[in-house]
């Protein structure tokens, strides 16, 4: 026992004793870091900066009248933002409520009922969607999607609806040239769908196989293992996905540009052209001056001003589920 003590102490000093970190290393990693955190914050202030200075003249002008009013006069220097933020944000509500179903779906399929031979090509095609530009989702949305939707949509509803006492107004087209809010919506819904259809299904994979397999084992069916099992389990997680699609729809500017309209009318038809914060400013910006370029400016730090409250609402909902 006395000897293999002493070997073992022989041993340990023997080895070579760990170097500690050299100061001025150590101190040049911890600056790195520190100043890729700080960039990033600084490049955020400098962008909420300039858009502040830039749209403070606008808001000075009009004041609060400025988010209420539906006027866009460039001739008069009238500007008013309510039809871009009405537009944008009931965009992004018909894109939430027709792509996150799919989403879902998408992902509990892949999941839960794809054959293994089915499952990789689908996966890869629901990526391969999110790498597409969204300017070729603008360019087929209106020339390959807008005409049919005119015509086996807009003009047979229009003539079922019309007189109807709500559905009249919602659904009836005046002129019915496939744009519109309703095509914005549609079309940014796609472009959502790869995000939270991804995000989900990971979301799902991470799962213990044991949970299922326990639900399935005690005779539920698919649907009950999906309903009580699966997504009680990540439907924090789906909050999240979701939020970041929203936040893709309402920042969504060349696509929604050419399907929307960019009408400066307020309707309450679906169908009817309208416009949005993104469409705006990409449409006016570069030959803007003077109060209408504040005015676009102004525009910008609403939507910067909705998107983060988006942003606070996902977290807040995180947290309350999270403690739930």
């Not at 293999?4 to 001025?24: G, Y």
């Not at 005409?147 to 659904?171: D, M, N, Y």
């Not at 003077?290 to 807040?316: E, H, K, W, Y």
Request: with cysteine.
């Amino acid at each position: 026992m006395v000897a293999l003590s002493q070997k073992l102490l022989v041993t340990s000093m023997d080895k070579p004793s760990r170097r500690s970190p050299s100061f001025n290393s150590d101190q040049i990693f911890r600056l790195a870091s520190l100043s890729s955190a700080l960039l990033v914050l600084i490049v955020l202030a400098g962008i909420i900066g300039s858009m502040i200075y830039g749209g403070l003249p606008a808001f000075r002008e009009f004041g609060l009248g400025f988010i209420t009013s539906s006027a866009w006069d460039v001739q008069r220097d009238e500007y008013g933002a309510w039809v871009a933020i009405v537009g944008t944000l009931t965009s992004a509500l018909i894109a939430l409520v027709i792509g996150v179903p799919i989403s879902v779906g998408i992902a509990i399929f892949l999941t839960q009922l794809c054959p293994p031979w089915l499952k990789r090509p689908i996966a890869t095609t629901i990526e391969l969607l999110a790498a597409v530009p969204s300017i070729i989702y603008g360019m087929w949305g209106l020339f390959v999607f807008a005409p049919l939707f005119a015509k086996f949509v807009q003009i047979p509803v229009s003539r079922i609806v019309e007189g109807l006492p709500v559905l009249g107004t919602i659904l009836y087209a005046r002129v019915p040239s496939g744009v519109g809010v309703l095509t914005a919506g549609i079309i940014l819904s796609i472009m959502i769908i790869p995000f939270i259809a991804s995000i989900t299904r990971d979301i799902l994979d991470q799962i213990p196989p044991v949970m299922r397999e326990s639900a399935y084992g005690i005779g539920c069916t698919t649907w009950e293992v999906v309903r009580h099992v699966l997504v009680p389990q990540v439907g924090v997680s789906i909050i999240g996905a979701i939020m970041l699609g929203l936040g893709r729809a309402l920042g969504e500017t060349m696509a929604v540009t050419f399907v929307v309209g960019n009408a400066n009318r307020l309707s309450l038809s679906l169908f009817d052209p309208g416009s949005t914060i993104a469409s705006r400013i990409a449409n006016e910006f570069n030959e803007a001056i003077g109060l209408q370029l504040n005015a676009l400016m102004a525009l910008g730090c609403i939507l910067f001003l909705v998107t983060f409250s988006v942003l606070v609402l996902a977290r807040l909902l995180v947290a309350r589920a999270t403690v739930k």
